[in-house]
């Protein structure tokens, strides 16, 4: 960065701003923890969407455990994957996505590839159940093009995989065209695409249909219950 003459007048246009070239910036990240409600009435909307939960967990940094409440049917865009997320403080935190009550929450968008990515994240709990029992939580991914998931884990590589991920007691489909495949758990591509070190992959008392294969497992190392 390089200064140039003193500016002749408080009008900071393009001939009186006293810098050239591209000053460096930076983005300070918010420390969060809680629990979040995501739904039609609040402030965030979407899981997936802009200004959706998935991406202010991105763009901040975790000092406790996060708990995502689905008040509402959601429409999905799919634009923003949930990432591998930073900590501070003890750290090993979880995030758990699960309905607000008894009633049947439907999450749906129409996307090539997966609707609901975890990308390379760890410790994360997609529950549909309330107060211990039943199937509230419907995801489906709507799109008629071939090659989809509703929920998709991606490894970026070896040491990069999701780690410790459970779904349970939901209802998942893929969409209707060719190689559409529930949950898919892999690399990013799909379908079946091997990826590194997805570790502790759990599927429990789900309701899997309408796919290619209900569920597939392309990690290295891990394991489907």
Same mark, same amino acid.
């Given at each position: 960065?390089?200064?140039?003459?003193?500016?002749?007048?408080?009008?900071?246009?393009?001939?009186?701003?006293?810098?050239?070239?591209?000053?460096?910036?930076?983005?300070?990240?918010?420390?969060?923890?809680?629990?979040?409600?995501?739904?039609?009435?609040?402030?965030?909307?979407?899981?997936?969407?802009?200004?959706?939960?998935?991406?202010?967990?991105?763009?901040?940094?975790?000092?406790?455990?996060?708990?995502?409440?689905?008040?509402?049917?959601?429409?999905?865009?799919?634009?923003?994957?949930?990432?591998?997320?930073?900590?501070?403080?003890?750290?090993?935190?979880?995030?758990?996505?699960?309905?607000?009550?008894?009633?049947?929450?439907?999450?749906?968008?129409?996307?090539?590839?997966?609707?609901?990515?975890?990308?390379?994240?760890?410790?994360?709990?997609?529950?549909?159940?309330?107060?211990?029992?039943?199937?509230?939580?419907?995801?489906?991914?709507?799109?008629?093009?071939?090659?989809?998931?509703?929920?998709? $884990? %991606?490894?970026?590589?070896?040491? !990069?995989?999701? #780690?410790? *991920?459970? =779904?349970? @007691?939901?209802? /998942?489909?893929? &969409?209707?065209?060719?190689?559409?495949?529930?949950?898919?758990?892999?690399?990013? $591509? %799909?379908?079946?695409?091997?990826? !590194?070190?997805? #570790?502790? *992959?759990? =599927?429990? @008392?789900?309701? /899997?249909?309408? &796919?290619?294969?209900?569920?597939?497992?392309?990690?290295?190392?891990?394991?489907?219950?």
């Amino acid at each position: 960065m390089q200064l140039i003459d003193d500016p002749t007048s408080v009008n900071l246009t393009a001939v009186n701003f006293p810098l050239i070239g591209t000053p460096n910036s930076y983005r300070i990240a918010s420390a969060i923890s809680g629990t979040f409600l995501v739904g039609s009435s609040e402030t965030f909307k979407s899981l997936t969407g802009n200004a959706s939960i998935f991406e202010h967990i991105n763009n901040n940094i975790l000092s406790g455990d996060v708990n995502i409440v689905v008040k509402s049917n959601l429409t999905e865009t799919g634009l923003h994957p949930l990432n591998a997320f930073g900590e501070i403080g003890v750290g090993n935190y979880k995030i758990t996505i699960r309905p607000v009550s008894d009633t049947l929450r439907t999450i749906t968008g129409s996307y090539v590839g997966g609707l609901i990515r975890m990308n390379g994240t760890d410790r994360v709990t997609i529950d549909g159940s309330f107060n211990g029992s039943g199937q509230y939580l419907r995801i489906e991914n709507s799109t008629a093009t071939s090659n989809n998931a509703a929920i998709q $884990t %991606i490894s970026a590589g070896q040491n !990069a995989g999701a #780690n410790n *991920i459970t =779904i349970r @007691n939901a209802i /998942i489909l893929a &969409g209707t065209g060719g190689n559409a495949i529930p949950i898919h758990i892999g690399a990013e $591509t %799909i379908p079946y695409s091997a990826g !590194a070190s997805n #570790n502790k *992959i759990s =599927i429990v @008392n789900n309701r /899997i249909m309408r &796919g290619s294969v209900g569920v597939y497992s392309g990690s290295v190392v891990g394991f489907v219950s």
